[in-house]
Each structure stands twice: as C-alpha cells, then as structure tokens.
C-alpha cells in the first residue's frame, strides 16, 4: 500500500477528516493524530465495515517543552471543546510529558522523548506507528505493509510489554478477525 492510497483510505472516516481540519486551529507545536483512528479506518475499508468500526478513540500527540500538568490540561480542555461536536472521544497527549508518567500507569520506563514521532516510533507494533499532520504529511516510520496485510507483529522497543501487546492484540482480533497475529 502506498501513501497515498492510506491518506485516502484514512479520510474515509469523518472524524479523522474533522480532526485534521481543526488541528491547527489548537496552537500547538508538532501535532499529529496517532494511530488507531488511521490503521482501524483503513482496516475497516479492506473488510468492507464502516470506517469508524471498533475506533475506541482518536489519539492526538504535540510536543511542548512546557512539562507542567498544567500547560498540558489547557490544551486538553482546548482539545475537548474544539472536537465536542464530534461525538468521538479524543484524547490529547504532549510527549514531552510521557517519561513523567509512563512508568507509574504501564510499570515499564519511558525514556525522554525530542518529538511526537518518537512517541510514534515507540508504539507495540508496527501497524500502530503511524501519524498524520494537518497538511497531509504522513510518518510511518515501518512502512505500510502490516497494515495493508492486517498483521500484528511487536516492535520491541525499550517500553515494550508483552502483556500489553496480548491486550491490544487480543481486541483488535475481537473486531477484526482477519487480523495475523505474530507472538510476542
């Protein structure tokens, strides 16, 4: 599958297109709607189901040196009334805050991160890391492949958990059945 083919594919769910248009107007820095949203509508478009089938939500990542809870909060509370018509629950994250808590909520280290592309990079599997920017650029730094043949494979990185990757794993299969899932 090629870029253009997944953007297009993407954009098939309104909320992803509604989120894309609105992203901007939130100010921040280095903003990108993650994975789920992206590679589930695509999913649902090789199977022939609604695009927005089984999204249990949209992921947005920025990156702010401001690290405090509370520059991160006025965002999400930004985030929330820009998408509230939606009907979808989106959930904002700076990345610059995520080895401030990571570990407490996962049990696992999170070291720093520089960009919200790492935070991408770090995601349990390569059909995850994806992210799409407003004016249409797309980072898939392991390619699109996993994605156009629907397989779960892990991506070992320094956060990895095999029992969350058995988690996520276990209900996308529920959802999508088509889905190869390779072990951790």
Same mark, same amino acid.
């Given at each position: 599958?090629?870029?253009? !083919?997944?953007?297009?594919?993407?954009?098939?769910?309104?909320?992803?297109?509604?989120?894309?248009?609105?992203?901007?107007?939130?100010?921040?820095?280095?903003?990108?709607?993650?994975? &789920?949203?992206?590679?589930?509508?695509?999913?649902?478009?090789?199977?022939? /189901? =609604?695009?927005?089938? &089984?999204?249990?939500?949209?992921?947005?990542?920025?990156?702010?040196?401001?690290?405090?809870?509370?520059?991160?909060?006025?965002?999400?509370?930004?985030?929330?009334?820009?998408?509230?018509?939606?009907?979808?629950?989106?959930?904002? /994250?700076?990345?610059?805050?995520?080895?401030?808590?990571?570990?407490?909520?996962?049990?696992? =280290?999170?070291?720093?991160? /520089? @960009?919200?592309?790492?935070?991408?990079?770090?995601?349990?599997?390569?059909?995850?890391?994806?992210?799409?920017?407003?004016?249409?650029?797309?980072?898939?730094?392991?390619?699109?492949?996993?994605?156009?043949?629907?397989?779960?494979? =892990? @991506?070992?990185?320094? @956060?990895?958990?095999? $029992? /969350?990757?058995?988690?996520?794993?276990? !209900?996308?299969?529920?959802?999508?059945?088509?889905?190869?899932?390779?072990? $951790?």
């Amino acid at each position: 599958m090629d870029e253009q !083919r997944f953007i297009a594919l993407a954009l098939t769910n309104e909320a992803n297109r509604r989120i894309l248009e609105r992203l901007p107007s939130l100010g921040l820095g280095d903003t990108w709607l993650v994975s &789920g949203s992206l590679f589930q509508t695509v999913w649902n478009a090789l199977t022939g /189901r =609604p695009p927005s089938y &089984g999204i249990k939500d949209y992921d947005l990542f920025y990156f702010d040196e401001d690290t405090s809870f509370e520059a991160e909060d006025a965002a999400i509370q930004r985030s929330m009334e820009t998408f509230a018509d939606l009907g979808a629950e989106v959930e904002l /994250r700076n990345q610059a805050r995520v080895h401030l808590w990571y570990e407490a909520k996962f049990g696992t =280290p999170y070291p720093p991160l /520089r @960009n919200s592309c790492e935070g991408i990079d770090r995601f349990l599997a390569p059909a995850c890391m994806v992210g799409l920017q407003a004016d249409g650029t797309l980072y898939a730094p392991m390619g699109l492949d996993d994605i156009a043949t629907m397989t779960i494979r =892990p @991506n070992r990185t320094p @956060n990895f958990s095999a $029992a /969350r990757y058995a988690e996520k794993a276990a !209900r996308w299969k529920s959802h999508w059945p088509q889905l190869t899932v390779m072990e $951790a």
